[in-house]
């Protein structure tokens, strides 16, 4: 949930992918299920603590990716009324992103950024909230345009620019957009810095999953990649 990538396909398709960072004492997640939500269907790795998830995607609504924090770093100040990994799935329960932005009681939750795909239409559209612990900031992001995000809570200003450099090198070298070679970019981008590494690692927290989900044509794919216990799992969905 810490370093995420949008990249835009022909056809309103694209590619979100996302490095999950997290403490080396947390339960491995569950491989990406299928899952019914207020009606809907949706496609996500399940956390087994919280029992939510950092990334989802439902064919006929919104695809997500959460990562912790909003604008800056803030301080972490438990007890939290819900996990941010259960306010994700909370969307399926709103026609808009925009309804969801202002009708749903942020209170108590621990600031984050969601990134929201709004994929139930011809005309895709990229959002991105930010709950800052005080306000929700809902911004309308061109879907033309490729994107990156590192988490704030984990990495500083100058490490954020410069994995945004790193991303901006890759753009230059590939002009045609695959899932095999995004997730190149987020096994290998890196100046060999471990902690800096979009495969990072340091003593209490590493990147413990590569997850690439994708929207190309009438093909729906999950690309799970477990690397705690070296598990790769590939799947379609509709």
Same mark, same amino acid.
């Given at each position: 949930?810490?370093?995420?990538?949008?990249?835009?396909?022909?056809?309103?398709?694209?590619?979100? %992918?996302?490095?999950?960072?997290? @403490?080396?004492?947390?339960?491995?997640?569950?491989?990406?299920? !299928?899952?019914?939500?207020?009606?809907?269907?949706?496609?996500?790795?399940?956390?087994?603590?919280?029992?939510?998830?950092?990334?989802? %995607?439902?064919? %006929?609504?919104?695809?997500?990716?959460?990562?912790?924090?909003?604008? $800056? !770093?803030?301080?972490?100040q438990p007890p939290y009324a !819900?996990?941010?990994?259960?306010?994700?799935?909370?969307?399926?329960?709103?026609?808009?992103?925009?309804?969801?932005? @202002?009708?749903?009681?942020?209170?108590?939750?621990?600031?984050?950024?969601?990134?929201?795909?709004?994929?139930?239409?011809?005309?895709?559209?990229?959002? $991105?909230?930010?709950?800052?612990?005080?306000?929700?900031?809902?911004? !309308?992001?061109?879907? $033309?345009?490729?994107?990156?995000?590192?988490?704030?809570?984990?990495?500083?200003?100058?490490?954020?620019?410069?994995?945004?450099?790193?991303?901006?090198?890759?753009?230059?070298?590939? %002009?045609?957009?695959?899932?095999?070679?995004?997730?190149?970019?987020?096994?290998?981008?890196?100046?060999?810095?471990?902690?800096?590494?979009?495969?990072?690692d340091i003593k209490e927290k590493k990147?413990?999953?590569?997850?690439?989900?994708?929207? $190309?044509?009438?093909?729906?794919?999950?690309?799970?990649?477990?690397?705690?216990?070296?598990?790769?799992?590939?799947?379609?969905?509709?």
């Amino acid at each position: 949930m810490c370093t995420v990538t949008y990249l835009p396909l022909q056809k309103n398709g694209f590619i979100l %992918t996302s490095n999950r960072d997290e @403490s080396v004492t947390r339960k491995t997640a569950l491989p990406p299920t !299928k899952y019914s939500i207020n009606g809907t269907t949706v496609f996500f790795p399940k956390d087994l603590e919280a029992q939510g998830t950092w990334i989802a %995607t439902s064919p %006929t609504k919104y695809t997500l990716c959460l990562l912790n924090g909003a604008f $800056e !770093k803030h301080t972490h100040q438990p007890p939290y009324a !819900k996990s941010r990994g259960l306010v994700l799935l909370d969307i399926f329960q709103y026609a808009s992103c925009q309804e969801y932005a @202002s009708q749903y009681n942020f209170v108590g939750i621990e600031p984050f950024t969601l990134i929201i795909i709004c994929n139930n239409t011809d005309a895709v559209k990229l959002y $991105e909230l930010r709950w800052d612990g005080n306000h929700a900031h809902l911004k !309308k992001l061109p879907i $033309e345009k490729p994107a990156i995000w590192s988490s704030v809570t984990l990495y500083k200003k100058e490490v954020i620019e410069q994995r945004e450099q790193w991303f901006h090198e890759w753009l230059k070298n590939n %002009t045609i957009y695959t899932v095999q070679e995004i997730l190149f970019f987020h096994h290998f981008a890196g100046n060999g810095a471990a902690q800096h590494n979009l495969i990072m690692d340091i003593k209490e927290k590493k990147t413990v999953s590569v997850t690439s989900i994708a929207h $190309e044509n009438l093909s729906r794919t999950i690309i799970y990649e477990d690397l705690v216990n070296k598990v790769r799992k590939r799947c379609r969905f509709y």
